[in-house]
């Protein structure tokens, strides 16, 4: 047994189980709160964290944005909030029903749905935000409660899973299976990892580049598990990375188009996001970008395009933004300025095909593992 498997199976089974009870016995202290107001003749209510961005710090030990202290009240003694909270409560059933039923739903499911309940809402950025209020109340993620967005990232490579998943119990599969890869849903991040013969994990921003990888054989040649994250990584793919950092103890590296969105795409699988900061487990702290990097663009000399007005703004946020503050990211970023640049990972082929496989990806993996 190596020590990878030996690790998982040290590894408590029916965390799923547990963590589920959990989520339920939470709802259930939040429906009971409120009908215990209203057998007691007061207006119900409900005090959660302030969301607001005075309220949101970047810890340093965390390596991720975190709440303050700050609150808010929701009482229906003030007719404004009357039309939330009753939202709220609403969710709160609809997502304590599709636990217990172990069925999933879509945020988009989640807007549709309220409508058979005569409970609507505006669009569906106002369902989403009030599916996020529930997750500040509970303490739980909305993958938790079996709510996620359209699934769009996948994975490829040597790691072999089992299912938890109710109807697919004990079922095993290896990530191999599929020459596409194997989208990362609900099923595959809640399964077990049973045994693994990667080393690392590659995780990408483009399909295109994904595919090329696999018809490559970058999972063998690199014993690596590759992830397309489609652009920025989903909530439910930067915790499924996370638990390959953690769990199977594999590294983690970034590769991104050569501009500050691609930068940002890598810094939230780092150090998570804002709209995150009242959840935990979603960050890979010690994962590491290793390109597109602006010193690329001049090294290779990549075929670019200029950086726009909206890009050189975005630069300056970076500056301005504390997780940016390392040595690299400042090089970076600096570099980006002066040469005023951006490169898509694409650019590579301008060597030909597999030039990004053959060259390019062995000096920056052996630059990563080494710093």
Known sequence: ??????????????????????????????????????????????????????????????????????SVRRSSRNIRHIRPLTQLVWTGMFVDELTRQSKTS????????????????????????????????????????????????????????????????????????????????????????I??????????????????????????????????????????????LRRLNQELELPVYIFTDGDPWGMHIAMVIISGSANAAHLRDLNTPDAKWFGVYATDIVEYKLPSDKLTELDIKRLYELKRDPRYEGKLWNREIETFIKIKKKAEQEAFSRYGLTYIVDEYLPTKLEMASSE
């Open 195 to 240: 045994s693994c013969k990667a080393d690392k994990v590659i995780a990408i921003e483009k399909g295109g580049l994904f595919t090329r990888f696999i018809e490559e054989n970058v999972h063998k040649r690199h014993k690596a598990l590759l992830i397309h994250t489609a652009g920025q990584a989903p909530r439910a793919t930067r915790g499924f």
């Open 106 to 193: 879509t945020l988009r499911d989640v807007f549709y749905s309220a409508q058979a309940y005569e409970m609507s809402f505006t669009d569906q950025q106002e369902s989403d935000n009030l599916i996020t209020d529930l997750e500040t109340v509970i303490g739980y993620s909305r993958e938790d409660f079996n709510v996620f967005p359209e699934e769009r990232s996948a994975i490829f490579g040597d790691l072999t899973v089992e299912y938890t998943l109710p109807g697919y119990e004990g079922r095993r599969l290896n990530l191999t299976s599929h020459p596409d890869g194997m989208m990362i849903g609900p099923a595959l991040t809640s399964a077990e990892f």
């Open 1 to 70: 047994m190596s020590r990878k498997e030996a690790k998982r199976a040290k590894e408590p089974k029916g965390a799923i189980k547990e963590r589920k009870l959990k989520v339920l016995n939470s709802l259930q202290e939040f429906g009971a709160k409120i009908y215990g107001q209203i057998a007691s003749g007061d207006f119900p209510s409900v005090k959660m964290p302030s969301r607001s961005i005075n309220n949101i710090f970047y810890d340093q030990k965390l390596r991720q944005y975190i709440l303050g202290n700050k």
